[in-house]
């Protein structure tokens, strides 16, 4: 079971972020996940939510800002003593940093039509040549999975689920050609799991912070523990 730092290492360090991304390498976590928006310059850029306010309190949306807007962003809104401007980082900045990785799930956040997905595949795609032995492509948006699928995505894919359909979500990750299913922590029992890798498809659990339950589960033979707290479950696990 790899334990896979959550948008970096999101309670020990400013999420999706270099220096959280830093900060994983430094403590020898070499597997990650984290979240990709396209600007409307067509920039890649790493940033859960689609507003600036809850990360660097700014009242703002992302896809009012530009490429040369970045450096203006500082997501250390509730990390006083963190040292370093934390600007919003590009996915290019970020594979610099993460390259050698064993495991980078790139999620990718919804967008509201399907020429959007198009597009934005289209530069996901070109900005991840040569990751594509490290890389899973995730989404909880069943379009940008069509789109990849289409366009003959040389990447492993995965479908993100929070929604209890049970073995509905497998049967969708297969005929999406994907190759994992990332299950929200409270619906991943045994059974669902077993069911899963029955399947042939691989599995990750988010987001898992207590340590009982990331024990439970890395019994249950998960593939990936997608946690906050990347050093304390390496430490205790």
């Known amino acids: 079971m790899q334990i896979i730092g959550h948008r970096g290492a999101r309670n020990e360090a400013p999420e999706n972020t270099l220096g959280g991304f830093k900060y994983l390498k430094e403590i020898g976590i070499t597997a ?22 809850r990360t660097t309190g700014q009242v703002q949306s992302i896809y009012d800002t530009l490429l040369e807007d970045l450096i203006k962003h500082d997501h250390r809104l509730i990390w006083k003593d963190w040292q370093y401007n934390e600007p919003t980082p590009t996915l290019i900045e970020t594979l610099k940093i993460i390259q050698q990785f064993t495991h980078i799930e790139v999620e990718v956040k919804a967008v ?56 509905m ?15 929200m922590n409270s619906l991943a029992t045994r059974n669902i799991i077993e069911k899963t890798h029955c399947a042939g498809l691989k599995v990750s659990v988010w987001t898992v912070n207590e340590l009982e339950r990331a024990k439970e589960l890395k019994a249950y033979g998960i593939d990936g523990l997608i946690t906050d707290v990347p050093q304390m479950m390496k430490n205790k696990l």
């Open 32 to 53: 990650v996940e984290f979240d990709v928006r396209q600007l409307k310059d067509n920039t890649l850029v790493i940033i859960h939510d689609d507003n600036l306010k």
């Open 112 to 167: 509201e039509t399907l020429n959007e997905a198009e597009i934005l595949c289209r530069s996901l795609l070109k900005a991840l040549q040569g990751f594509e032995k490290n890389v899973t492509i995730t989404s909880f948006d069943e379009k940008i999975l069509q789109v990849l699928q289409q366009q003959n995505c040389p990447f492993k894919r995965g479908l993100l689920i929070e929604e209890d359909i049970k073995e």
């Open 169 to 183: 979500a497998i049967e969708k990750a297969l005929i999406l050609e994907c190759d994992r299913i990332g299950w």
